[in-house]
C-alpha cells in the first residue's frame, strides 16, 4: 500500500525563471482585466448618469402638471426701425 505525501522541493534556477515568467504574465493578466472593470465602471457610470437624468426630467414634468414645448411663432414689426445717421 502506497500513499502520496508532500514535501518541499528547492527549484532549479530555470525553474525559477520559469515560475518568475508566470508571475509575470499572471501580473499581466490582473492588470488588464483591472482595466476592463475600470472601462465598465465609467461606462456604467455614465449611463446611470443619464438615465438618471432623464428620470428627474420626467419627474418635474410630471410634477409640474406641464412642459415648455418649442412653438413657432411670427413675429411682427409694430414699428418701422430709425434710419441711422449714416443713412441719411
Known sequence: MSELSQEFVPLTEHELERKGAELAAALTHLDELEEQRKSAMKDFADRKRDLSAEARKL????????????????????????KSRDDA
Open 59 to 82: 419627474a418635474t414634468v410630471i410634477r409640474q402638471k406641464g412642459e415648455y414645448r418649442e412653438k413657432q411663432v411670427t413675429l411682427f414689426e409694430l414699428m418701422p426701425s430709425r
